[in-house]
């Protein structure tokens, strides 16, 4: 997956398992399409935003 941190590729399985646009996340958590990518990245850190993610996906517990 293009250049994603571990968290990333995870939340990107996660999403693509579940049916789940990054557009409809980002709107979800109230972000920018950008911003979430960037978290996903590892470009940001995002460390509030990333707590949302992995509860808004059901995640157990991210890296």
Do not use: C, P
Not at 11 to 22: E, N, P, Q
């Amino acid at each position: 997956m293009q250049n994603y941190s571990d968290f990333g590729v995870e939340v990107r399985g996660v999403m693509l398992k579940k049916g789940i646009t990054m557009t409809s996340l980002a709107k979800e958590l109230g972000i920018s399409v950008t911003y979430l990518s960037d978290i996903l990245r590892g470009t940001r850190k995002g460390a509030k935003q990333r707590k949302r993610i992995v509860q808004a996906l059901g995640m157990e517990q991210a890296s």
